[in-house]
């Protein structure tokens, strides 16, 4: 069984702020600023930026939520448009009848099925930016991006420029796709529980199907989490709020083996209190076609900043070793802590 992402939603402490997103979109989407009024509370102020429902700060809102929209990762933004239909712009039409026009249109999201719930997912994705201690929308296309154009490379030696290819918040086709097909993920150094989300369905299969995903994450309760946010792009969130962001992740995780019923060794939670060195996804590392992307942290940089690469066991055993030696230093320390599931370590 598929997790739901009202189940997420949940795990997340965001669940009635979810339900009230998903209504704005039934029948026909937003047809005025008024539709506004009948989200939560959280949604008006956190979200929008609104205090009350007047007929300016409501206008205001609908402002505020195209530019939400408008910074969104393109494949959300695409979504998000279709989910809210502001101004008719896929017709006069109900959610249903634009998810099927979407699938139609789309190939490279299949069923409309798969639609809503990717749907579903940017509108998870739009609350947990507006959460204290996440960062509050992507940053734009960076100038590393750009460079990686290879119209902009001009047939000049190879430099960096061809190296730092992987952006962590637009991930690239060939990251989703490791996740497609991966029997096996090992995983570090992520915060924020955005990954979780965004590949929880993924995740799900592997466990379903007898896979089995290894996560290092930091302690909710140390005080490495607390440094982290120091160095996040934004810094200004309460400890608590730090905390429960980290607390959010495992309830995401345990949440998406129970929808799953996989056994509980087919998903192994440990926590360190560490500031990570790196973050780190692993893909079939028993396999000949073991992979893994690295993405290194950066100081208050938004994380589509931070400098991303991919390295196969294949063409670059040297420095697979390397990082793949650091996350097995890093698991069986001595001061990481197994956390089991159903509410300890």
């Known amino acids: 069984m598929r997790v739901t992402v009202a189940t997420l939603a949940k795990a997340q ?91 139609l249109m789309h190939a490279w999201i299949g069923s409309s099925r ?20 996440a960062e509050r929308e992507p940053a734009p296309q960076s100038d590393v991006e750009a460079a990686t154009d290879p119209a902009t490379v001009h047939g000049h030696a190879p430099t960096v420029v061809g190296v730092f290819v992987e952006n962590y918040v637009h991930n690239s086709p060939r990251f989703a796709g490791s996740w497609e097909t991966a029997r096996t993920v090992d995983m570090c150094g992520f915060g924020h529980n955005r990954m979780a989300v965004t590949y929880s369905n993924e995740i799900g299969s592997i466990l379903r199907t007898g896979g089995r995903v290894r996560v290092l994450m930091q302690d909710p309760e140390g005080q490495a989490v607390l440094d982290a946010n120091r160095r996040s792009s ?73 400098p991303g690469f991919l390295v196969s066991q294949a063409t670059d055993t040297l420095w697979y070793t390397r990082f793949r030696s650091q996350f097995e230093a890093m698991w069986t320390d001595e001061e990481t802590r197994e956390f089991r599931h159903g509410g300890g370590s």
């Open 234 to 306: 934004t810094p200004k969130a309460s400890a608590e709020d730090v905390r429960h962001q980290h607390r959010s992740a495992i309830a995401t995780f345990t949440s998406i083996r129970t929808a799953a019923d996989a056994p509980t060794e087919s998903l192994q939670l440990r926590v360190y209190d560490i500031m990570p060195p790196f973050t780190a996804y692993f893909f079939d590392v028993d396999e000949e076609t073991a992979h893994a992307y690295i993405w290194f942290w950066s100081w208050r940089q938004p994380s589509a900043w931070r």
């Open 114 to 133: 798969n639609v809503r719930h990717q749907a579903d997912l940017a509108l998870l994705q739009l609350l947990m930016r507006a959460c204290p201690a």
């Open 13 to 103: 402490g965001l669940r009635d702020d979810f339900d009230s997103l998903q209504r704005l979109r039934h029948g026909k989407g937003i047809t005025s600023p008024g539709d506004l009024c009948y989200l939560s509370d959280f949604v008006k102020r956190r979200v929008l930026g609104i205090d009350d429902d007047t007929d300016s700060q409501l206008k205001q809102g609908l402002d505020n939520l195209k530019k939400l929209i408008e910074g969104a990762p393109p494949r959300e933004r695409q979504l998000l448009k279709l989910s809210f239909n502001i101004d008719c712009a896929w017709g006069d039409y109900n959610w249903l009848d634009r998810v099927e026009d979407f699938a």
